[in-house]
């Protein structure tokens, strides 16, 4: 029997480490490695029964069907090779490579999507999205507040005081990341969970705080507006050299924070003042203290806003930069591909189109005259 080290490529945040072992060309088990600090040798069970569930199942698609008349009819793969090299052929003979439209899902996280981009760019080219339906939002404002979107390490949390699961429920969608968190919690580092939804993690957490949806940053408002009126010199809640050194706009912030009264803020995220208060405290004292973003902020068309508001309110504490501290979102690292095998400078036709308005580009193209 032969075993090998492999990742889970699915679009999920733990990026397991798998075991996978072979015997006579066929793969027989997949296992978490134990080696692994955050896998700790168990994936969840979608992937420990993937082999019957999806590789060898019997409904799998392994072979080209083409449609003839309504029917689908097998094909060999030379077949339909060949019948995709000639449509592909005559659309950009006729029309420019322009003219096909390469929209990519995420379905599983390979570096095989990066094999694509390189095929179309050597097509010459082709149309193609940017942004995304989901976590755009999020990450254009991070990348607004901070340069770039970057997660701490779930391991990382294990330095933090207090830790706000802000909108996410890892119990049931990130076990990983939840047994890092559990293991923090045992220790008596309290967990938050703001969510709109009473979830799985939200009732295994200390603190429950169950916000309007959509209204995050009123909340976040809040607290910093609280944070910053309790500071002293003793509590040291706000991180004066940080906000000197390392932020910009903070008067523009507190004339923004200024404009409303904590009554109209507790109002509008549906949070009572006093929870508001005893979780600013908790939080400033925290030093440090961890935010754990989740993917229901973004779907808003202020969604922006939930971020930036909680960005700012980890930066006023000092909570950036710090092991044990930040704001994390998603771990979507795209460190360690090589994106110059993508071969972008030779798509010198392509087009981009903005995801979330994708059906309006096609439909309505920008006219040429
Ligand atoms: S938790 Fe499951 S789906 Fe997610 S990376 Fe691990 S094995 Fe894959």
């Known amino acids: 029997m032969k075993t090998v080290i492999t990742t889970c ?26 080696q692994h600090d955050i896998t700790a040798g168990f994936l969840c069970k979608n992937t420990s029964h993937y082999l ?8 799998r698609i392994l072979h080209p069907l083409l449609k003839v008349d309504g029917n689908w009819e097998r094909i060999s793969w030379d077949e339909a090779l060949d019948i995709a090299a000639f449509k592909i052929s005559q659309v950009i003979n006729q029309y420019g490579s322009s003219s096909i439209l390469y929209y990519q899902g995420f379905g599983a996280r390979t570096a095989l999507q990066v094999m694509n981009r390189r095929f179309f760019n050597l097509l010459g080219g082709v149309t193609t999205t940017y942004g995304t339906v989901c976590g755009g939002i999020g990450h254009t404002a ?20 207090h ?6 429920n890892p119990a049931v969608t990130d076990i990983h990341l939840w047994r890092i968190l559990r293991k923090v919690q045992r220790k008596g580092t309290p967990i938050t969970v703001i969510d709109p939804v009473k979830t799985k993690t939200a009732r295994l957490a200390d ?13 976040a408002m809040a607290l910093a507006k609280i944070i910053l009126k309790l500071d002293n010199p003793q509590n040291n809640y706000v991180d004066h050299d940080f906000i000197e050194n ?3 706009y903070f008067d523009s912030y507190q004339q923004i924070l200024d404009k409303y009264s904590l009554d109209i803020l507790s109002h509008k995220c549906g949070v009572e003042v006093d929870v508001i208060r005893k979780l600013a405290v908790s939080y400033a004292e925290g030093d440090p203290s961890s935010i754990i973003m989740g993917w229901g902020l973004h779907r808003y068309q202020q969604g922006h806003l939930n971020f930036r508001m909680v960005d700012a309110l980890a930066a006023i504490t000092g909570n950036i930069g710090v092991s044990g501290g930040g704001v994390s979102q998603g771990f979507e690292e795209y460190a360690y591909f090589d994106f110059s095998v993508e071969l972008e400078e030779l798509g010198e036709n392509q087009r981009k189109i903005p995801m979330p308005t994708i059906g309006d580009a096609l439909l309505y193209p920008p006219t040429t005259d």
Not at 163 to 168: A, E, S, T
């Open 52 to 59: 019957e569930n999806y590789f060898y199942n019997d409904k």
């Open 246 to 248: 390392s932020t910009l």
């Open 142 to 161: 991070m990348e607004a507040d901070f340069g770039a979107k970057l997660s701490h390490d779930p391991l990382d949390h294990l330095h933090s005081n």
């Open 207 to 219: 603190i429950y705080i169950q916000p309007k949806a959509g209204y995050d940053y009123y909340l």
């Open 9 to 34: 490529t699915r679009d999920c945040p733990g990026a397991c480490s798998i075991v996978a072992s072979a015997e006579n060309g066929k793969v027989t088990k997949l296992q978490g490695n134990p």
């Open 163 to 168: 830790i706000i699961v802000w909108g996410r």
